[in-house]
């Protein structure tokens, strides 16, 4: 076997009802004053109600910044950073989505080791250390938890990424109980986004390996087993936890074995038009899968077996089955399946696509190549 490293978090409790007792996972790493990372939206749904008193309870010092926003922008990191110093947190928590998530991971590497965040831009650049770090998903999709990648938004139409194993939190907890009160369609996008994650690390043309591997396959068939009864029936606990150790384990999966043209034409979305990066993806998942089986069919075709079970017909037949399959799954969650229905029109492609063809990261590990006429095509599909 060639040479594999597989790096992940190095502890994760899954746990109905742990955020609850998210004070005395924080005692038990020493630390006195907490910085909780999260977004309006949670503050909304009123999660972290139970959560702080508890932490001020057991004699924690809390504060909360509360400003992250969906791709968050490099002046909400620094702010998160800001507050971190301004309270001496010696421990951050991460607490919401992806956004949130990266935000909080951020802010433990860059309010202790004093970095910039421009200097900590690009693959194992930053230096470290950073502060204590947990962190708790309230949605089944990201897999940031367990990930080393933060992204940032740097311009319109412009992501940059920090990829480090310092990112990497001490602790992720999995409190399906969070999930409860998420809608039906934030439910269906960030699902299809950890399906993603799961199919485009199954077929990365980079670092695929045999752990991710299992890992993929495990995740897409708790995804697909679990998507259409969370968003129909949402205080399904054990669907909803379902949903959240399969973003996980995808998580685990593509942070091996790395994502490639779905998110790579998704980002833009996201930069420019501030469409929720689940909803992006889900955009551009079939046309990109239907690009890639010229390649990929065999591929394909393995993971058509799990979300698809008793197939017959050769590796193409079922490749086109599972392309078939991914194109309307965003209709069946009512969720848009067009661009324009976003308010993206024609004159806004050329933008989109030169801001895609710079995603040259995530394109290197797509199983075809894509050249710029190809991404533009793949826009208009979809427009």
């Known amino acids: 076997m060639r040479t594999l490293a597989f790096n992940t978090t190095k502890s994760i409790l899954i746990e109905c009802g742990a955020s609850r007792r998210l004070a005395a996972l924080v005692r038990n790493m020493g630390c006195q004053s907490v910085l909780i990372v999260t977004d309006p939206g949670v503050l909304a749904a009123r999660l972290l109600d139970a959560v ?12 909360v910044f509360s400003e992250v926003q969906a791709d968050p922008p490099e002046s909400v990191i620094l702010a998160a950073v800001a507050a971190a110093q301004a309270c001496a947190a010696d421990c951050v928590i991460g607490f919401g989505g992806g956004s949130s998530l990266d935000a909080a991971k951020l802010t433990a590497l860059l309010a202790r080791s004093g970095e910039t965040l421009v200097e900590s831009y690009g693959i194992n650049v930053a230096k470290g250390p950073r502060l204590p770090l947990i962190l708790v998903p309230t949605t089944a999709g990201t897999g940031s938890e367990v990930t080393a990648v933060s992204v940032v938004t740097t311009g319109a139409g412009e992501k940059n990424v920090v990829i480090s194993p310092l990112l990497l939190p001490d602790l992720a907890v999995l409190d399906a109980e969070l999930t409860l009160g998420l809608p039906a369609a934030v439910t269906a ?28 396959r495990e995740a897409l068939r708790l995804l697909s ?62 046309p990109v899968v239907r690009f890639n089986l010229e390649v990929a069919a065999t591929l394909y075709a393995e993971l058509a077996d799990i979300v698809l079970p008793g197939l017959s017909g050769d590796a193409r037949t079922k490749a086109n089955a599972l392309a078939d399959y991914l194109g309307g799954l965003a209709a069946e969650l009512q969720l848009p399946t067009r661009l324009h229905e976003l308010g993206i029109g024609q004159a806004d492609i050329e933008d989109l696509t030169h801001d895609a063809t710079r995603q040259t990261r995530l394109l290197g590990n797509n199983p075809r190549e894509l050249g710029i006429d190809d991404i533009r095509a793949i826009y208009e599909k979809v427009l």
Not at 52 to 63: A, F, K, N, Q, S
Not at 207 to 216: M, R, V, Y
Not at 240 to 259: D, Q, S, T, W, Y
């Open 52 to 63: 702080v008193p508890e932490l001020e309870r057991d004699g924690l010092r809390v504060t």
């Open 189 to 216: 996008a960030t699902g299809i986004d950890a399906m993603v994650h799961a199919i485009e690390s199954y077929t990365s043309r980079h670092l695929k390996n045999p752990i991710s591997d299992c890992l993929a």
């Open 225 to 286: 087993a679990n998507l259409h009864e969370a968003c129909r029936n949402g205080a399904n606990l054990e669907a909803r936890e379902n949903m959240l150790l399969g973003a996980c384990l995808a998580g685990m999966a593509f942070a091996n074995a790395p994502v490639a043209a779905v998110h790579a034409l998704a980002y833009p979305l996201g930069a420019r038009f501030h469409i929720p990066h689940g909803l992006s993806n889900s955009l551009v998942l079939e």
